[in-house]
């Protein structure tokens, strides 16, 4: 056989690489760059899911799955830095924008119409502020203050919310919805003294609802720690963290979030592995009180688990159908928002 001379050799490897990238094959090393970053936004994932999900949006900017599936997906393609305005998804950004806002009830500032109660509520006057936050618009922000003033007529007698847009009843998974919105808001500078009162009176709520153990029911009325032990409690216990957080508790000495992070510590592990018990509600929270912990290393612990979890479990067409909800828009949506965390684009999971 002839001697192949160094020169020759490296022609050949070279028209071989050419050949196997023109063929769509990733060159060595590449397949594993995404893994190799494991403090970033896995961004070949990313790109992958944000394709999926701008190919799910309807003409008219609504996902099929309801109004809160349209905000969580508006919300995902934000975090990407993807404005209404800026970004390779700035059209699907604006129609998701345009299609919420043109689904508010004129005189009750509803968000929600007749699906998803209080939780789209929630869901979509949040994506209204994060909007406001990063591209200040008037018409997004009367859109905001009239969505703020159902939350402030909504907030019940104990300082909760629940699923009708009135002041009747009250459970923690609503609650943290309106709680987030409110901080959002508060945030890009709309709300005042208003929202800080509805704020106040939501953390006697939600202080409420924290059980010995370190999670938290699902209502302060129900007592104990029925369902809230082990990994079946991290979304409830999620969501009373990142309550507390929400409303400038920060202090890891505190009654109820050092003990709600104790708990997340210990179990959410299992809750993230087992792809059930409203997987993607509680990692959506779970990942916030990770990233917002007042000890760093909870995010690092979190992260270097959770980017791998949650990329696996990506479809070939870039979609995230497994897990809770109404279909695989919800899914990849809340997949995108936690996989972009790290990008710092969304004003409300700036540290």
């Known amino acids: 056989m002839p001697r192949v001379r160094p020169l020759a050799r ?11 990238v ?86 009750t500032g509803y968000l ?3 699906a998803g109660n209080m939780y789209g509520h929630g869901f ?6 994060e909007s406001y936050g990063m591209a200040p618009d008037i018409p997004v922000r009367r859109s905001l203050e009239a969505a703020l003033d159902l939350i402030y007529y909504s907030q019940n007698k104990e300082g909760g919310w629940r699923y009708s ?7 923690i998974s609503v609650t943290i919805c309106q709680v987030m919105a409110l901080r959002a808001a508060y945030n890009a500078g709309v709300g005042g003294d208003e929202t800080q009162e509805c704020m ?16 938290f029911s699902y209502q302060a009325s129900m007592g104990g720690d029925f369902g809230s032990s082990g990994p079946e409690g991290v979304p409830r216990t999620a969501a009373g963290c990142m309550c507390l957080i929400g409303m400038g508790v920060n202090d890891p000495k505190d009654r109820n979030l050092g003990p709600g992070l104790l708990y997340l510590r210990k179990y959410f592990p299992a809750h993230l592995r087992a792809q059930e018990g409203y997987f993607w509600y509680g990692q959506y929270y779970t990942a916030q009180a990770m990233f917002h912990s007042p000890d760093t290393e909870d995010w690092t612990t979190y992260w270097k688990l ?15 159908t497994q897990g809770e909800g109404p279909g695989p828009a919800y899914a990849t949506a809340m997949a995108l928002i936690i996989l972009q965390i790290p990008n710092n684009y969304l004003p409300i999971f700036q540290r």
């Open 124 to 129: 979509a006057t949040l994506y209204l502020a």
């Open 112 to 114: 929600s119409g007749d």
């Open 200 to 215: 106040q009176r939501a953390l006697a709520y939600v202080r409420r609802c924290a059980n010995g153990n370190g999670s």
């Open 306 to 320: 959770a980017r791998h979890v949650i990329t696996r479990r990506q479809e070939r067409d870039g979609q995230w």
């Open 10 to 20: 490296c022609l050949l490897w070279a028209w071989l690489l050419t050949v196997l």
């Open 22 to 107: 023109a063929a769509g094959v990733p060159a060595p090393g590449a397949e594993t760059a995404d893994d190799d970053a494991d403090d970033g936004t896995p961004q070949q994932s990313v790109d992958r899911g944000l394709a999926a999900l701008a190919q799910m949006q309807s003409p008219d900017g609504n996902f099929s799955e309801g109004p809160a599936v349209t905000a969580l997906a508006g919300m995902a393609f934000l975090a990407g830095g993807n404005t209404a305005t800026r970004g390779l998804y700035h059209d699907a950004s604006a129609r998701c924008l345009k299609a919420i806002i043109e689904r508010q009830d004129k005189v």
């Open 165 to 171: 847009p009135s002041p009747t009843d009250a459970d």
